[in-house]
T-cell receptor
Framework: AQKVTQAQTEISVVEKEDVTLDCVYE???????LFWYKQPPSGELVFLIR??????QNEISGRYSWNFQKSTSSFNFTITASQVVDSAVYFC???????????FGTGTRLQVTL | ETGVTQTPRHLVMGMTNKKSLKCEQH?????MYWYKQSAKKPLELMFVYSLEERVENNSVPSRFSPECPNSSHLFLHLHTLQPEDSALYLCASSQGTAYYEQYFGPGTRLTVT
């Protein structure tokens, strides 16, 4: 069975702080994809990144970076120098061949204040 | 228009009404999805369509009836809903059903009274 755990329900930071959102996944498949989505108050889920199970290189995109570690089944997301516009709910998700559907975590609500 | 659009954005309906939610994708994708997002629950996949054929139905009550007339449009027909069906209904699309990222619409906030 596939499972995604986002243990942090809510995080509150002050603008310009760095923040890391944790994601731990479970699957027996050797081929799988991991995703992060952002859901701002408007409701739409915005795709941020897709990473396959064979590529453990960390990725950086502007202020965003992702740390994929198969040894700990984690795919953590760090926002550097957070901004108020980063306030949203962030979801981690897992897609495997056997399930053929996205399994989402319960999300982490990030609140960035001035 | 670009991306995935959904109408209406907000809907209030009584338990005896019949209404439909509409989703349209402008991305040239072949797969479309309906999700339900309730407070404090993970997103629940309801239906998956690939090339206009339903490939997944996650034990959804029959009061929800999907329709996919072509690869760009997806509907969710609603009838005799219950108050616990109040939620945000999200539509998504992807190039295919395997390993592709899904792009979501803004959702329809449904309230059943």
């Amino acid at each position: 069975a596939q499972k995604v755990t986002q243990a942090q329900t809510e995080i509150s930071v002050v603008e310009k702080e760095d923040v890391t959102l944790d994601c731990v996944y479970e699957t027996r498949d050797t081929t799988y994809y991991l995703f992060w989505y952002k859901q701002p108050p408007s409701g739409e889920l915005v795709f941020l990144i897709r990473r396959n199970s064979f590529d453990e290189q960390n990725e950086i995109s502007g202020r965003y970076s992702w740390n994929f570690q198969k040894s700990t089944s984690s795919f953590n997301f760090t926002i550097t120098a957070s901004q108020v516009v980063d306030s949203a709910v962030y979801f981690c998700a897992l897609l495997t061949g056997t399930a053929s559907k996205l399994t989402f975590g319960t999300g982490t609500r990030l609140q960035v204040t001035l | 228009e670009t991306g995935v659009t959904q109408t209406p954005r907000h809907l209030v309906m009584g338990m005896t009404n019949k209404k439909s939610l509409k989703c349209e994708q402008h991305l040239g994708h072949n797969a479309m999805y309906w999700y339900k997002q309730s407070a404090k629950k993970p997103l629940e996949l309801m239906f998956v369509y690939s090339l206009e054929e339903r490939v997944e139905n996650n034990s959804v009550p029959s009061r929800f009836s999907p329709e996919c007339p072509n690869s760009s449009h997806l509907f969710l027909h609603l009838h005799t809903l219950q108050p616990e069906d109040s939620a945000l209904y999200l539509c998504a699309s992807s190039q295919g059903t395997a390993y592709y990222e899904q792009y979501f619409g803004p959702g329809t906030r449904l309230t059943v009274t």
